[in-house]
């Protein structure tokens, strides 16, 4: 083992509150020797299990493997939570260089012949081993995951696919980078109440922030934070100014120069259709979906296709409503990208009778967070209390723990709520320590969970309520449910835990969540005025129930031509001018000219930053069709807090990780499984 002397312990040893890592002790120039180190210690550690002169068995080879890798599991995850979170120039040449070292890494493992021939005669006796059902799972995920690395190639292709895989890590650590530097990088800076018009009190006070943390002369600022940009686009009544920040936010990544990505997503789509084929499928999207619920792209297209037929012919009716309006107000012009939001604003204001702007105030982030932890404890009977002044990986940072009802610590949870230049755009779920129940080398009996949540709200000016949009708080509440997934797993093994299920599944927990947000109970507990404590009114609260599907077709033409891009993307060969390929599928979808993807390819940080969700931007809408039935049992039972079938939920869903086939653990839930219909009816689509 390569001597600990030469790196900072507190990267390996986590002596804060509760188990946490102490972030005020590391600095940046301490991850390149703590990687060294580690990669050092893990490889010393897999060659031993490789090299064990008595026969496999399930111990010595399996559980050996789980607990292996320690010291690269605790550097890896506060520095890619840096990486995403709060990087900097450093930060980023260091993931530039550490991204294809680990691929590197993980390629020579999952290419070892002498481990792979241990885990493969395991796998060929696996019914005379007497495994538990989760055991069977754990040993399926180590055999499938070594196939799937290449461990049945030949030498040269091992080395070919080595070769590939570190490209990719490199391409996809620097896509990301060059979305976070065209975000960074460009603000509309206004001041006159003319380029004000419209503007919302909340949102000023958001651009006023977000103007005193550029430095700018200017008393406001327009950026392309998702909690800044959207409001704009939805209250700015100077189109022009629309039109500009618009195009600014659709173009990040395609602007020219060295943050362009379009051709790294070409060499992406070249390497990943050259990865697919070495692995003897007929294309990447094939290999992605084998280890799914959906198992092929054409299940995949089918729910897509039917969904977007659905939805186009609403946002057509959508469309021709909004033009009317424009009409009505005496303007000439069609309806463009970025007249959408502002016009359909005002016809929700029409239709039923409220704004975004009056709801706002009643959506204080503190209460909204009341409320998810509030949600929890009726649910699963686990209670959040923050940890004053225990400090997180930045200032902003919050830290819980989380106890059952007799009072056991369960996990730690990190909130990191407010926007910041750097941190990438989005919001997430990640860990830094997941539950478990094996001994580790140090003696340690199993590890608390330790998760987070990033997102990407507009800080409020000081003294001031962040607020936020009913958008902002579903995000709130989906991280959270992503999070529960990690804090109230009760597993054994480390690969089978918590959010470590197929892709297709893993974003059922999250979705599902989503729904307790809009329960009357909740809204009239928690959506209290931030000015006079008071609860929203009843007429209120009555017409954003009334609206939930209101401007559907707009979300779902913006979210589903997205998914199809991503599978015309990976389910074709040779792609030599992506966008060619962006503008052919829109076009065969007709695609109306008034709305756009969500993430266009250049920006399409799910696909194209990493391979997490690369043909597999689908899973949202797959995991949809089980949230709107799953959520159907409560509602069917006239009580959203039903205590059984909450016990089920966490039992079978919440809890069970990987460790049971998701279908399996939906029927043990549910007793069936669903057909399209509660998620075409949640989403006002039939």
Request: charged share 25%; aromatic share 10%; proline share 4%.
């Amino acid at each position: 083992m390569t001597s600990h002397s030469a790196a900072n312990q507190a990267l390996f040893q986590w002596t804060g509150p509760n188990g946490l890592p102490q972030f005020d002790a590391v600095k940046d120039s301490d991850f390149a020797p703590a990687f060294d180190v580690a990669l050092a210690n893990h490889e010393a550690e897999i060659e031993a299990i490789a090299g064990n002169a008595e026969a496999a068995t399930f111990v010595n080879t399996i559980v050996a493997l789980e607990i292996a890798g320690d010291e690269l599991s605790r550097v890896s995850s506060i520095f890619w939570n840096k990486a995403g979170s709060n990087t900097n120039e450093t930060i980023q040449a260091l993931e530039r260089e550490i991204a294809p070292k680990m691929s590197r890494h993980y390629s020579k493992i999952g290419m070892n012949a002498q481990l792979f021939a241990r885990i493969d005669a395991l796998w060929e006796k696996r019914e005379t081993l007497g495994l538990t059902t989760e055991e069977k799972r754990v040993l399926e995920r180590h055999w499938k995951g070594f196939v799937r690395s290449g461990a049945k190639l030949a030498k040269d292709r091992q080395e070919r696919l080595a070769a590939i895989n570190e490209q990719l890590a490199g391409l996809g650590a620097k896509f990301g980078q060059n979305v976070l530097a065209d975000e960074k990088n460009w603000s509309l800076a206004l001041s006159s109440d003319e380029e004000l018009a419209g503007i919302p009190a909340f949102l000023r006070d958001a651009m006023a922030s977000a103007a005193k943390e550029k430095g700018l002369d200017a008393a406001y600022a327009v950026t392309l934070s998702r909690s800044i940009i959207e409001p704009f686009l939805t209250f700015s009544e100077r189109r022009d100014l629309r039109e500009q920040a618009f195009k600014a936010w659709v173009a990040r990544g395609a602007n020219g120069g060295k943050t362009d990505n379009i051709d790294i997503v070409k060499q992406t789509l070249a390497l990943r259709e050259e990865k697919a084929g070495l692995l003897g499928y007929e294309s990447f999207a094939a290999y992605k979906l084998d280890d799914t619920m959906a198992k092929t792209p054409q299940a995949v297209n089918g729910l897509l296709t039917t969904v977007w037929e659905k939805a186009v012919a609403r946002a057509r009716e959508e469309e021709a409503e909004l033009a009317d309006l424009i009409r009505e107000e005496g303007r000439n012009h069609e309806v463009s990208p970025w007249d959408w939001r502002h016009y359909a604003e005002k016809l929700r204001a029409q239709k039923f009778n409220f704004s975004e702007a009056e709801l706002k105030p009643y959506l204080q982030l503190e209460k909204i967070i009341d409320a998810c932890f509030d949600v929890a404890t009726r649910l699963f009977g686990v209670h959040a209390t923050e940890m004053k002044g225990v400090t997180g990986y930045h200032p902003d940072v919050r830290v819980f723990e989380i106890r059952d009802d007799k009072g056991a610590l369960k996990a730690m949870f990190l909130g990191d709520y407010f926007a910041r230049p750097s941190k990438r755009s989005g919001a997430w779920m990640s860990s830094f320590q997941s539950q478990h129940k094996l001994t580790l080398k140090n003696g340690v009996q199993g590890e608390l969970p330790i998760i987070y949540n990033v997102c990407n709200f507009a800080k409020p000016a000081e003294g001031k309520p962040a607020l936020l949009s009913l958008d902002d708080a579903r995000t709130l509440f989906h991280e959270f449910g992503h999070a529960l997934h990690g804090m109230l797993s009760d597993v054994t093994y480390p690969s089978v835990s918590g959010t470590g299920v197929s892709r297709d599944f893993v974003e059922l927990p999250s979705q599902l969540y989503e729904h307790w947000l809009t329960v009357p109970e909740i809204l009239s507990t928690y959506a209290l005025h931030f000015e006079t404590g008071q609860p929203m009114p009843k007429a209120l609260l009555d017409k954003v129930l009334a609206a939930q599907t209101f401007n559907a077709g707009f979300s779902t033409v913006e979210y589903t031509s997205s998914a199809l891009v991503d599978m015309a993307f990976h389910n074709r060969s040779k792609v030599s001018d992506p966008m060619a390929v962006q503008a052919e599928v829109l076009s065969s979808l007709s695609m109306p000219q008034s709305l756009v993807m969500r993430h266009a390819t250049p920006h399409f940080q799910h696909v194209f930053s990493g391979d997490g969700y690369s043909a597999g931007y689908y899973s949202y809408m797959w995991s949809e069709v089980l949230d709107a039935d799953a959520f159907a049992a409560f509602e069917e039972s006239g009580n959203p807090f039903n205590a059984e079938l909450a016990r089920k939920l966490k039992e079978n869903i919440y809890s069970s990780g990987g460790s049971v086939d998701p279908e399996a653990a939906y029927l043990a839930f549910r007793g069936k499984m669903p057909s399209p219909d509660a998620m075409l009816k949640k989403r006002g689509l039939i």
